[in-house]
């Protein structure tokens, strides 16, 4: 009887042991199982934070980059309410941005104009997360850059030439070739405004003409007249130029650069085509800035708004249409024909000397400034908290 209740005994133990050991193995594989849910979940969630944040940062840099690269004659068209998709754009890291960049003010003050750009955000080709923000900004217009002159200038000028060959006229006048693409009334300037008719050497009979007279005088010229255009500087103007040239230049060739139909505005020699209205890149004005000293020994033509920091020497062929400024000398002595406007500065204190030499014309030309003044806009975003982010 004992032996039985013994055995009774070691089996019914060995049989609960059974269960709670299957018991145990459930709890820990439903705890293995969690944790492994929960991993997945982090990885999954983490995984979209950082799809979202790239997807920040594309849209933030391709609003960065719409800015930064303003198509003046895409967006300067416009007209209150016009808006200009950009289309899918994509970044070296495989994400993408697209702009919408629409007028928004009411076209009150041409002079400056006010944008919204809202930009999409994608992580990247095949993801669906993606995020929105509106940027607001403005593109002020460089007022007053041009013209009270044919040339305007500061300190000593010497103009040297017989007949025809060296003539510096405030006439308005068309360019031949522009027929039918100039609109504004034309209205005669002085040939040269200078603070002081004395500081101009004459030599050889140059043509120097223009209305009411071939040279006025204004004293109340100061440095800051070539520096600064309304809400707008002259450094201002350089930061945001299409083209953007450091030190010391020595061109022998400039020239419109034209493949497949289509105006190759990343070509370093393209400054546009103003002798061609039908042309590709007729469009063009860029917005040059010469860091140091401009030499053309070649043959260079192009428009929009030329900023030289050092001097402007010329002794090859120049033909530019729109508007020149040298913040040193002005040393023309090869064939130059600049339509629109000079502007001379002869250095920050105007110890400089400028010289008007060799076969030189400079033409004022309301249309050809008006035409390159248009593009001379400086984008930049409002002051202040100039972006928010869109949830959708």
């Not at 085509?273 to 033509?301: K, Q, S, V």
Request: glycine share 12%; proline share 5%.
């Amino acid at each position: 009887m004992n032996s039985w209740k013994r055995v009774w005994g070691r089996q019914g133990r060995d049989g609960f042991a059974i269960p709670v050991a299957i018991f145990v193995m459930v709890v820990l594989s439903l705890l293995a199982l969690s944790g492994m849910y929960i991993s997945q979940s982090n990885a999954a969630g983490n995984m979209g934070i950082r799809r979202s944040h790239t997807a920040f940062n594309a849209a933030n840099a391709g609003a960065v980059h719409v800015l930064g690269t303003w198509d003046r004659w895409t967006y300067g068209v416009m007209n209150p309410g016009d808006n200009h998709d950009t289309g899918w754009e994509w970044l070296p890291d495989g994400s993408s941005y697209r702009a919408d960049v629409r007028r928004v003010d009411d076209g009150s003050n041409p002079n400056e104009v006010l944008y919204r750009l809202r930009t999409i955000g994608r992580p990247g080709s095949g993801l669906t997360a993606q995020r929105v923000i509106v940027t607001m900004a403005s593109a002020k217009r460089a007022e007053g850059l041009c013209c009270e002159a044919a040339m305007k200038t500061r300190g000593d000028l010497q103009i040297q030439g017989t007949g025809m060959r060296v003539k510096v006229s405030g006439f308005d006048t068309d360019p031949s070739a522009w027929t039918g693409h100039c609109s504004s009334s034309p209205g005669d300037l002085p040939g040269i405004l200078t603070p002081e008719d004395d500081d101009i050497t004459t030599h050889g009979g140059p043509r120097i003409e223009g209305s009411p007279a071939p040279v006025q005088e204004d004293v109340s010229i100061v440095d800051e007249d070539f520096t600064q255009f309304g809400n707008v500087s002259y450094w201002e103007l350089a930061s945001s130029a299409d083209k953007v040239y450091v030190g010391d230049q020595h061109f022998a060739t400039v020239q419109p650069v034209v493949v497949g139909g289509q105006c190759v505005r990343t070509s370093p020699t393209n400054w546009g085509d103003p002798l061609n209205p039908a042309g590709a890149c007729w469009r063009y004005l860029p917005i040059i800035h010469i860091a140091g000293n401009l030499f053309i020994a070649g043959t260079a033509y192009g428009q929009g708004v030329l900023l030289v920091d050092g001097n402007l020497i010329v002794t090859g062929t120049l033909s530019f249409y729109g508007v020149v400024i040298t913040m040193g000398e002005a040393d023309l002595r090869g064939t130059t024909e600049i339509t629109g406007g000079l502007l001379a500065r002869n250095g920050a204190t105007a110890a400089g000397i400028s010289n008007l030499r060799g076969t030189t014309t400079l033409q004022y030309s309301s249309c050809a400034a008006a035409r390159a003044l248009f593009q001379a806009t400086v984008p930049r975003p409002l002051a202040g908290r100039h972006w928010f982010e869109v949830l959708e």
